[in-house]
């Protein structure tokens, strides 16, 4: 549902701009599918929450044909971004894991020092490299992220 036609409209744009009550149905099931049940399965109730709100305003609006639109654009906005947040989110998880995996790997076959111990987030990312290749993938994807704080901050 996230890509665009010959006419730079998404499928939900149609929907939306040829409000008839099927398609305001329709609209609701497609975005409680696609959106809310996604949303649902991350387990990130205050996002559920603000796409519930957005989507009950977006269906609510029965009258303006152009607010219908830019609800509709804002509420896909927003789920991108959620998207994007998820996607740097699982992406970093996983380098700690490679690298916590790597420590204990090392530590059994060189009877070295003990494991990494991941003691707060911003040192765990530079000892993952999570803090380089997170930025990297990002811009590959074309994801525009917001520069990491200090580990001090964090």
């Not at 990130?44 to 509709?72: G, I």
């Not at 994007?84 to 989110?89: A, H, K, P």
């Not at 970093?92 to 991941?118: F, H």
Request: include cysteine; aromatic fraction near 8%.
């Amino acid at each position: 549902l996230g890509l665009k036609d010959a006419n730079d409209k998404l499928a939900m744009d149609y929907l939306v701009s040829n409000w008839t009550r099927e398609n305001k149905i329709l609209l609701k099931m497609t975005l409680q599918s696609w959106m809310l049940s996604r949303l649902t399965s991350w387990g990130a109730t205050s996002w559920m929450e603000v796409m519930e709100n957005r989507v009950h305003d977006m269906l609510a609006e029965d009258d303006d044909k152009e607010r219908r639109l830019t609800l509709c654009s804002e509420t896909y906005s927003a789920f991108a971004r959620y998207e994007q947040m998820e996607l740097t989110s699982i992406l970093e998880m996983v380098l700690w894991k490679r690298a916590i995996t790597n420590s204990y790997s090392e530590q059994q076959d060189t009877n070295g020092p003990s494991p990494m111990v991941l003691t707060d987030r911003g040192t765990s990312r530079c000892i993952c490299g999570a803090n380089v290749v997170i930025p990297n993938v990002a811009m590959f994807l074309g994801i525009q992220i917001q520069r990491a704080l200090p580990p001090d901050e964090d």
